[in-house]
């Protein structure tokens, strides 16, 4: 018996890309306030993080309406701070958050045969997981 059910991960999805949304947003703020030299090359790839995770939530608003659900225009609000070092954690806090989920969120997907859905977390999984290795490596983890 699979943990949960289609309707269910619908509505799990929706909370994820509403995520995707609030990443999407926070990265693009994130990237436009970063001050000096030494955040210059993470900058560049905050501009980047920003596009991949709306690629995300297409990706997601299509797999929702292609599983009978209606794709979410409600987010969280983003996280910001004045200090940089704080900006780079709060987004590693949420792409922690985001591998954590879309680790669950794939187990489901497979409990359900859903391989076109699983197929497609895991490639958003192993994007967050690049965002994830860039942030440690500009905060000196």
Known sequence: MPSVTKEQLVELL???????????????QHQGVL?????????????IHAQEELAHATILAAQIDYLGGVPTVIMPVPK??????EMLKL???????????????LQ???????????????????VE??????LEQALGK
């Open 14 to 28: 929706n909370k994820d890309l509403g995520l995707e949304y609030t990443a999407c947003v926070q990265y693009t």
């Open 91 to 105: 987004d590693l806090d949420g792409e922690n958050d985001a591998i954590a989920r879309y680790i669950v969120r």
């Open 35 to 47: 001050k000096g030299a030494m955040y210059q090359s993470i900058q560049k790839e905050l501009i």
């Open 129 to 134: 997981q690049e965002h994830a290795m860039d």
């Open 108 to 126: 489901q997907a497979e409990e359900l045969n859903l391989y076109h859905l699983s197929q497609q977390i895991r490639n958003i999984l192993a």
């Open 80 to 85: 910001a701070s004045p200090d940089n070092l």
